[in-house]
């Protein structure tokens, strides 16, 4: 492949980041074009670089082919000419190979979620993802079959959607497939799309966030999944107009409003939860707000929001000279699940959504408006997001672990570093691979005889109510709770600044430590400790550092290589003390900021009994009872 150049940036049409509808085009173009210069015969068997999980290498292809599918929609349904033409002509030709039950590239189907599982369930996604990108690409791809071929794909499709699944977002694939079906009259008997989609309605939680299947299981998943298949599945079902459609309409509208607050000016977004290698499959929700006419940003916004992403990882070399790999801007496969294969990055494309609208929509001819991140409180979902003067976003995160079913259910403990922390960013990633073993970064640990640091784990209770978020939980390692220990951690936000307060309730003494943010880069942190304070700085000024106020005995570093999704060197500031038998009160000041920044005289501390009242240098006053906050006493 020759070099990849842009279009010129357009400034007066897109002052915020230069790009138009253009630079979507050409993107969207090279992403595809590093699926088929790997291309099979036929298609449906392509092979791209990279590992191949347990399910083996067809369904790997299975899944390549699926899931760039998702931005091939939208790009042949919004564009025309040879470049269009081509792709469709691909597509179509990959999309008949894998669905012919006797052709040399035929894709396995899927066996139901039930145990014993039988086979493989994962091209149930897949057959949501064709599904979602046959409905957007309708009058060119499926119109173009003949009717042999309609009936061909549409029994795939139907295999999948009367298949059982696991009681989460993957309610929603064979309500994909049903779906699809029903828009072009196909037999649908023996599907429940209408409970499924029942089920992930009752799911909400507020200002459009759904808890993902059980309890505290809030992420990305809203974003790339949750909301682009239930706009899917009203408008193939004809039923926007309904009760539910214009029910979710308005959660979509909500969405696309706290979405936007949790990205960065430049561009950067909110890195938490599982399956990040997905990263611009965040921005389908957008879309779906835009094409269902239900956005709160304006045309401007959303165009200045959804550009910004994308150049973002562009710029890094996302997809520029090879497929998408397992990774953020860079390679880093302990980002990924042990699910995710080759294929597995391109449901960034489901994040190409906006080029389904015409040149002449407004989202692509009005003048770029940059959207300014608003700070909110998300109760329900028990998340603070703070935007800091300096362009960083946090998040305080006291509501999601995603326990109830463990992102790798063969782990001893169910939590992931990409819940279990205490705080999240768009400009920092949780330790992962050995800094995760470690579990230092964002956390408060008790270290156990063994030498080795607690594991947060299931929370047993949380609540967030404006600058204050809380919650508890019963330290463990290996499945096997600390005895006599039950561990209170509150978050109490003041703009750019954060104090995290822990109530340690134990019958013996335990050694504990508590890590702030971590920081990467291509070249090893620089980092200070001394008495009671430690900072880590990388070669653009990141800053994290810790001060602690209360409980706190000493500071140090901890250094790590190959931890962290943002660069291959990382290091974090900690804390340590001790806690004795009964009540012990730990209070630490946590900053995150784009510079170093002087931190004295930012806050002072007082701690009676086991209420912490915190006086802030900007005149603020917080004070917060760790033994009732969370169980307040109600009166008589």
């Not at 951690?489 to 750019?496: K, Y």
Request: glycine content about 12%.
């Amino acid at each position: 492949m020759g070099p990849f150049v842009l279009p010129p940036d357009d400034r007066a049409l897109s002052p915020v980041t230069g790009w138009t509808r253009d630079h979507w085009v050409a993107t969207g173009h090279r992403w595809l074009d590093q699926v088929r210069r790997f291309s099979s015969p036929l298609g449906a068997a392509t092979r791209l670089p990279g590992r191949v999980t347990g399910d083996g290498a067809r369904r790997e292809s299975m899944e390549a082919v699926g899931r760039s599918f998702l931005l091939a929609a939208p790009l042949v349904a919004g564009t025309s000419g040879p470049r269009s033409d081509d792709v469709l002509e691909w597509y179509a030709r990959a999309l008949l190979a894998g669905t012919d039950p006797d052709g040399p590239e035929a894709w396995p189907l899927g066996v139901t979620c039930r145990a014993p599982i039988t086979g493989v369930t994962n091209n149930i996604v897949e057959a949501a993802n064709l599904a979602f990108g046959l409905h957007v690409s309708r009058d060119r791809l499926w119109a173009g079959l003949t009717r042999p071929e309609q009936r061909q794909v549409a029994a795939w499709l139907r295999h999948h959607a009367r298949l059982e699944v696991w009681h989460n977002n993957w309610q929603l694939f064979p309500a994909m497939a049903e779906g699809f079906l029903r828009s072009v009259g196909e037999d649908t008997s023996g599907c429940t799309g209408e409970r499924n989609v029942a089920r992930v309605e009752s799911w909400y939680l507020e200002q459009g966030w759904y808890t993902d299947g059980p309890e505290h299981a809030i992420d990305h998943y809203n974003a790339w999944a949750i909301h682009p298949y239930l706009w899917a599945w009203y408008e193939m079902t004809g039923r926007t107009d309904a009760p539910e459609g214009r029910r979710h309409r308005e959660r979509l509208h909500a969405f696309s409003a706290s979405f936007a607050d949790l990205v960065a000016p430049d561009g950067s977004l909110l890195h938490v939860g599982r399956s990040l290698t997905y990263r611009t499959a965040a921005l389908a929700a957008v879309w779906c707000a835009e094409l269902a006419g239900a956005s709160a940003l304006t045309p401007g916004q959303t165009r200045a929001l959804t550009s910004g992403v994308l150049r973002r990882f562009v710029d890094d070399g996302v997809g520029v000279d090879a497929p998408l790999d397992l990774g953020w801007r860079r390679p880093h496969e302990p980002i990924a699940q042990t699910y995710s294969g080759f294929g597995s990055s391109y449901l960034a494309g489901i994040g190409f959504l906006g080029l389904a609208l015409p040149d002449e929509a407004p989202v692509w001819t009005d003048r770029e408006e940059p959207h300014a991140p608003r700070p909110r409180t998300i109760a329900a979902a028990g998340w603070i997001v703070r935007p800091q003067s300096d362009g960083i976003v946090r998040l305080v995160n006291h509501g999601s672990d995603h326990c109830e079913i463990p992102v790798e259910p063969t782990r001893p403990d169910p939590d992931d570093p990409h819940y279990a922390k205490l705080g999240y960013s768009t400009h920092t990633a949780p330790g992962t691979g050995p800094a995760w073993d470690e579990g230092v970064d964002g956390h408060l640990a008790l270290v156990g005889d063994d030498g080795r640091a607690s594991r947060r784990g299931v929370l047993r209770a949380m609540r967030a109510e404006g600058p204050v978020a809380a919650s508890a939980h019963v330290p463990q390692r290996d499945g096997v709770p600390f005895p006599g220990v039950t561990v209170v951690s509150a978050t109490i936000v003041e703009g750019d600044l954060e104090l995290r307060a822990h109530l340690v309730r134990s019958d013996r003494a335990w050694p504990v430590r508590e890590g702030g943010w971590q920081v990467a880069g291509d070249t090893a942190p620089r980092g200070t400790s001394a008495g009671l304070a430690a900072a880590v700085t990388n070669a653009d000024g990141l800053t994290g550092a810790v001060v602690g106020l209360a409980g706190w005995a000493s500071s140090s570093l901890v250094a790590s290589t190959g931890s962290d999704a943002f660069g291959p060197a990382s290091a974090v500031p900690v804390l340590h003390g001790s806690v004795g038998a009964g009540d012990t009160v730990l209070v630490s000041l946590h900053a995150l900021s784009a510079r170093p920044r002087p931190l004295e005289g930012a806050v002072t501390v007082a701690v009676s009994g086991t209420t912490v009242t915190a006086r802030w240098g900007t005149g603020a006053e917080q004070e917060v009872d760790l033994a009732t906050w969370l169980w307040p006493v109600l009166p008589a």
